[in-house]
């Protein structure tokens, strides 16, 4: 069992530039993926996508790719000097074919320096296509590592809440016993007392009131209850995406309690029920959270 929500990073160093790619996740009923590498790298986003998919089935899932100078380029000043040189020899050369004077001002030297660093810092993608898709691999594994144990705390927590649910039913089960029987009495009860010209011995009176009875009868409720717990323990260790699955047992779960609720003639019973209902709505607020 995997959560859907995690984090995961990888990073690389090409050159002098160092090249983070964080993958963040949180719920959502189906896969969306969103990639965001940056416009000379645009290319990538949409393999980027189709790897992301191979990793996981559900969930909300973003990726960005950030550039940074490695330490020890950040330290270089404001400009390179190797860098400028050429920049001034070629500036010179080119002046001198056109007949221009030159001379070095320090506000040519800031506007090199300028346009250099508004120049892309960002290598070809080519160059370092295999070292990104590797570096999303990694962090696309250490996203799901994340996962995979915060399912496993879900997990845990949900069995302990089956476990109190299953409690619940057996109480239900007990406390309801004779039921049907009760209730029908007690229409024979009222009808004794009513002042309707019948005979209340009558087949056809007796067979509706046992019809009627029938309806206070919650055993394949119970039945079913039992089954649907069993159903979620099983589909806990189940490979692969779980998380609608258990969404729709626990609605079934919930379903099968309200009409054991409606068909309580006990307080007690009904009281139980309640309490067993309230566990299974806190379960389908971690469901939520599960891949």
């Keep these: 069992m995997n959560s859907m929500t995690g984090y995961g990073m990888a990073s690389i160093t090409f050159d002098n530039l160092s090249i983070e790619i964080e993958v ?22 949409y393999d980027a ?11 909300r899932i973003r990726a960005a790719i950030n550039l940074s100078k490695c330490a020890d380029e950040e330290v270089q000043g404001l400009f390179e000097e190797s ?24 506000e040519i030297l800031l506007k090199l320096a300028e346009l250099r660093k508004n120049q892309s810092k960002f290598p070809p993608l080519d160059k370092v296509y295999k070292d990104l898709e590797k570096a999303l691999t990694d962090a696309c594994k250490s996203m799901g ?11 845990h927590d949900l ?19 004779g039921m049907e029987q009760e209730h029908k009495d007690k229409l024979m009860e009222r009808l004794r007392k ?13 067979k509706e009131v046992t019809l009627y009875a029938e309806k206070s009868d919650t055993s394949e409720e119970i039945t079913r209850l039992k089954s649907h717990l069993s159903q979620m323990l099983v589909t806990f260790e189940a490979n692969g995406s779980i998380g609608r699955k258990i969404e729709f047992i626990l609605q079934e779960i919930s379903r099968e309690l309200n009409t054991f609720c409606s068909k309580s003639t006990r307080t007690q019973c009904t009281n139980i029920a309640l309490n ?3 566990e299974v709505e806190k379960m389908r607020e971690q469901s939520l959270n599960i891949e």
């Design 24 to 45: 963040t996740s949180v719920n959502k009923r189906h896969l969306e993926t969103i990639v965001s590498a940056p416009k000379e790298w645009q290319r990538f986003e």
């Design 49 to 59: 996508n189709k790897q992301i998919k191979s990793f996981f089935q559900r969930g």
């Design 145 to 155: 590592k994340m996962r995979e144990i915060e399912g496993t705390a879900i997990k």
């Design 83 to 106: 860098i400028i040189e050429k920049d001034l020899e070629y500036l010179e050369g080119f002046l001198r074919q056109k007949k221009q004077d030159f001379k070095i001002t320090p």
């Design 159 to 177: 069995t302990e809440r089956i476990n109190r649910v299953t409690d619940f039913i057996c109480e239900m089960e007990a406390q309801s016993q």
């Design 194 to 206: 009513s002042n309707l010209s019948i005979e209340q011995d009558d087949d056809r009176i007796l």
């Design 276 to 278: 067993a209902r309230t």
